[in-house]
Nanobody, 125 residues
Framework: QVQLVESGGGGVQAGGSLRLSCAAS????????IGWFRQAPGKEREFVTA????????YYADSVAGRFTISRDGAKNTVYLQMNSLKPEDTAVYYC??????????????????WGQGTQVTVSS
């Protein structure tokens, strides 16, 4: 079992930055794929970014590419989401998720069995 805890959310003005953290316990994240998803009010949860831990491959939704960066810290068993140039449309609850054997399905919610509780990000204009 993997337990995931997100932190770092908050309020920021458009153009600002935030860094979210996803700390894992229970198992090392080596060999896992870790994804970030977000859900805005009234919308479905959508893929944001993912990293395949073993080789460090990263994937981004078009809407965040060039603004968001996912990274990992093996010593802390933690994944980070650096969000720059934030826009009001980035406002959502952000969730991290993890699983093995995600492969090319990294953008699908159903590919992940372990989820954090979410952290709220609010971007004001």
């Amino acid at each position: 079992q993997v337990q995931l805890v997100e932190s770092g959310g908050g309020g920021v003005q458009a153009g600002g930055s935030l860094r979210l953290s996803c700390a894992a316990s229970g198992r090392t994240l080596v060999s896992y794929t870790i994804g970030w998803f977000r859900q805005a009010p009234g919308k479905e949860r959508e893929f944001v970014t993912a990293v395949a831990w073993t080789y460090g491959n990263t994937y981004y939704a078009d809407s965040v590419a060039g603004r968001f960066t996912i990274s990992r810290d093996g010593a802390k068993n933690t994944v980070y989401l650096q969000m720059n140039s934030l826009k009001p449309e980035d406002t959502a609850v952000y969730y991290c998720a993890a699983d093995r054997r995600v492969g090319s399905n990294y953008y699908l919610r159903a590919a992940y069995n372990y989820w954090g509780q979410g952290t709220q990000v609010t971007v004001s204009s």
